[in-house]
Structures are given as C-alpha cells and as structure tokens.
Antibody
Framework: EVQVVESGGGLVQPGGSLRLSCEAS????????MNWVRQAPGRGLEWISF????????YYTDSVKGRFTVSRDNAQNSMSLEMSGLRDDDTAVFFC????????????????????WGQGTTVTVSS | IQLTQSPSSLSASVGDRVTITCRAS??????LAWYQQKPGRAPKLLIY???TLQSGVPSRFRGRGSGTDFNLTISSLQPEDFATYYC?????????FGGGTKVDI
C-alpha cells in the first residue's frame, strides 16, 4: 500500500523546538518530491516546504524561513522537519505529502499536485 | 501570487451543479490543482494541471481556467461531495493554497 505516515507532534512551549518525521512506504521514495503542509485549527491549508527527490532543491514559505529545516533520507524512505523558534501561530496539524515534480538545474516544475497524504501529526505550541 | 476562492461557503442540494472559483492575484503561466477535504481527514487530490482528473476521481468533477480565473465544477452534487475544496497554485517555488470553499447541505 502506498502511504506516508507522520510522527513527532506534541506540546511544546513558545520558543521551543520539535522534529517531525514522515515515513514512506509502498512506492519508490527516491523518485518523488515531498512537501509539508499544515492546517491550523479551524483554518485552511498552508503549504510550508518542498524538498526535491535528491534534496538538491528546497524551498519554504516566508513565515517559516530561518526557523524550519526540511531534510530527507532516501535510504530510510523518510523525511524530517526540524522546527525551532516555535510560536503560538505554529499550532497546527502537519501533513506530509508526496509529489511528482520534475527538477532541472535550480528549478522544479510542479504539475501533478500532491497525490498521497498522511493523516497528519498535531503540533501545539503553548505555555 | 495570492489565490482567492469564492464563495467561501455555499449551501447546495444533492443533484445541484456547483461551481467554485479560484482567482489569482496575477496571471499564472503555471498550473492549478484542486483538493477535497472532509473534517478530520487529509486532503484528497481531485485535479492537477488545471484540468486533468486524478485517477479514481469521478467524472462529475471538472477543472478549467487560465490566466487569473480558474474554476472547479461539480456537475451533479452527490452526498459524498459535501466537503471543503481548495485550489493550489503549482508555481516553481511556492505552492500556495486558496482559502477554501465549504460546500454543505
């Protein structure tokens, strides 16, 4: 079965750090780009980060630049999101999602959308 | 690029034709995706490349548009279609979502 499973969420104090993981199975992980998307309680979806299949291209939404770091280990079929300097407004369900993106030089072309999603892991930032 | 969905919510009945609009703040040369999300569930990809139906998605869903104006149409609303729908800009370095449209009974 093709799936991705997030873990690592929890309660953290403002200013604290947390590491989320995304474990993939059932497909050739090294062929796919991966994304993190979050959803604050009662709010819409917010894309936060993309990492290309070989980790050569990474980008973030402005609100997390300098605080979040995405990485992946293709040998372990996993992706991580290191979060630091957490704020109250980072409270959300965090999803990882697979994407077939075509990357060349310093650019990735997104066309196929995010077709496999995990069920999410909840991060609560509160004192 | 900002994506504005309208309406933000709508009420409809089974069998209705429903159209959701996604307007970009500037003209887009890149494509759009549409997702469906039910409460407590992960989003589900419906359409990519602006108009291509994802495998397994019923043909009553249709995506169209170009430039700044895009839409998702459900030709005949079914009970399982009551959900929130999001558009997403598939740009080269930013994959922005629209604010969502909730479709309820």
């Amino acid at each position: 079965e093709v799936q991705v499973v997030e873990s690592g969420g929890g309660l953290v104090q403002p200013g604290g750090s947390l590491r989320l993981s995304c474990e993939a199975s059932g497909f050739p992980f090294h062929n796919y780009g991966m994304n993190w998307v979050r959803q604050a309680p009662g709010r819409g979806l917010e894309w936060i980060s993309f990492i290309s299949s070989d980790s050569s291209i990474i980008y973030y939404t402005d609100s997390v630049k300098g605080r979040f770091t995405v990485s992946r280990d293709n040998a372990q079929n996993s992706m991580s999101l290191e979060m630091s300097g957490l704020r109250d407004d980072d409270t959300a369900v965090f999803f990882c999602a697979r994407e077939m993106a075509f990357c060349s030089s310093n650019t990735c072309y997104h066309y196929y959308g995010m077709d496999v999603w995990g069920q999410g892991t909840t991060v609560t930032v509160s004192s | 690029i900002q994506l504005t969905q309208s309406p933000s919510s709508l009420s409809a009945s089974v069998g209705d034709r429903v159209t959701i609009t996604c307007r970009a703040s500037q003209g887009m040369s890149s494509s759009l995706a549409w997702y469906q999300q039910k409460p407590g569930r992960a989003p589900k990809l419906l359409i990519y490349g602006t108009s291509t139906l994802q495998s397994g998605v019923p043909s009553r869903f249709r995506g169209r548009g170009s430039g700044t104006d895009f839409n998702l149409t459900i030709s005949s609303l079914q009970p399982e279609d009551f959900a929130t729908y999001y558009c997403q800009h598939l740009n080269t370095n930013e994959l922005t979502f629209g604010g969502g449209t909730k479709v309820d009974i």
